[in-house]
């Protein structure tokens, strides 16, 4: 007889009990610092375009916009992603209740990302190297590097589900997510003449990674960190993965469409990418239904109060980020007018943040003190970032939503020239954007990178490091 089993429905209590730490779970550390300082620098370039925005002229000759960009971009990509990894090395041993297959690949694969990390950005500030597409910059031979460090991932969390035998909801959505993301990332490396087909297929890669893979990695880590924050039963967060998730996947695929409205693509696309578009807040729905239904019914106040509170922050900035201001823009009578302004900004930022950034930094706030050995730590200070980077971040998405409903109006109806927008009506508003970034959301960040670094393991009455 093996031991072969797709876990059923033990009980919360039952499971704290199995529960203890794996030395392997210290793999986790190296992926947070990595994510945390690629966070810091995503906002600082950032604060940089923002500021270009606001005065054209600013390091036009020593750093073009165009260059700031695609480094914010992807800093929020390889940030969210090592994070997530980070996050991944943490949980799969407790959920497979093994070791982790190689601590040593962990770190080689830490080590390759960090290598195509630099030489993406060495290629965009000194060689002005870029393969053009917004988040898949990176020119060769730096995105085979990254498959690479995702291809030694996979081996390492694979192997380790398979040889441990014991599959979880949790272990099933999430290395389904982690192969289907690998697997979409592919599509980058093809060269195609072609310039709809081009970004027919680049929207196969950004669409269906934020509102498709991700989501299951997202779901995921959300199902973990609710068991682990309220208690709530393993098989009532095992059901609602499984329809969340689900629900993604249907509206997901097929919702594609509304990005296919104006490149060329056929005219059928404009009703399937608006239905399915429309559909797509529903799984959302139901991921914050959960998590506030998880916190009614859980037992007991969450001992991590602020992982919880980064948790439900990231529900409900996923409603509103991805769902609301995305379906706010999603219908082809609408977008026709919004698409390529601010608005798109405004969701871009919501959203990720909303539905990813805050979902590792819960997971982060979580996992961290656990494999640094720190039993308690004080949330004061990590409420105060908290505070500031929430707020930070809703004034900068008004802020940013004010530009483009701007720019629709006095461009897109009115006719004004487009430049004459930018330079005598928008500049007022990304200005705020800028102020409220640098006023409230860096210093939250700053607070976060603050609590990283000071975070020490507790010692034992006999002065031992535990």
Known sequence: MTN????????????????????????AYPFFLVSAILFFLQIVFGLVIAAQYVWPTWLKDSFAFNVGRATHL??????????????????????????????????????????????????????????????????MPWPLFIALGVVLFLINIGITIIRSRRWTAITIVLFSGMVGMAILYLINL????????????????????????????????????????????????SRWL?????????????????????????????????????????PIILMVYDAFRSMRHGKGIPTNRLAWAF????????????????????????????????????HGHFAFFGAFG??????????????????????????????????????????FTMAGMVQVYLNRIVGMDFLVVRDQYVRFWMFWVWFFGLVLFLPGVLVYLLEFANLKPTRSRTGAIQ
Not at 4 to 27: F, G, H, M, W
Not at 260 to 270: H, R
Request: hydrophobic share 50%; glycine share 10%.
């Open 4 to 27: 072969l089993a797709i876990t059923q429905n033990p009980s919360t209590d039952a499971e704290k009990s199995l529960d203890k730490p794996y030395a392997s779970q210290r793999v």
């Open 74 to 139: 992807n800093l929020l990509i390889f940030w969210l992603l090592l994070g997530l990894m980070g996050a991944t090395y943490y949980l799969i041993p407790e959920e497979a209740r093994s070791e982790l297959f190689s601590p040593r690949l962990a770190y080689l694969q830490l080590g390759v990302m960090i290598l195509a990390g630099l030489g993406t950005l060495i290629s965009f500030w000194f060689l002005g190297s870029s393969q053009g597409k917004p988040f898949t910059e990176s020119p």
């Open 190 to 237: 093809l060269t195609i003449p072609n310039l709809v087909e081009d970004y027919f297929w680049w929207w196969w890669i950004i669409h269906l990674w934020v509102e498709g893979t991700w989501e299951l990695i997202a779901a995921s880590v959300t199902a973990f960190l609710l068991m682990k924050l309220t208690g709530i039963d393993r098989g009532s967060v």
């Open 242 to 282: 499984y329809v969340s998730v689900s629900l993604f996947m249907i509206t997901g695929i097929i919702g594609i469409g509304h990005h296919y409205y104006w490149i060329g693509t056929p005219g059928y696309w404009l009703t399937w990418g608006a239905i399915f578009s429309a559909l797509e807040p529903l």
């Open 311 to 346: 948790m439900v922050a990231s529900a409900v900035g996923h409603f509103f980020g991805a769902g609301v201001w995305g379906f706010a823009q999603t219908f082809p009578q609408v977008n026709q007018w919004t698409h390529g302004t601010l608005i798109t900004a405004s």
């Open 358 to 399: 805050l979902l590792v930094l819960s997971a982060i706030y979580f996992m961290l003190p656990k494999v640094r050995g720190v039993e308690t730590c004080q949330m004061g200070r990590g409420m105060w970032g908290y505070r500031l980077m929430i707020i930070g971040m809703l004034f900068m998405v008004l802020s």
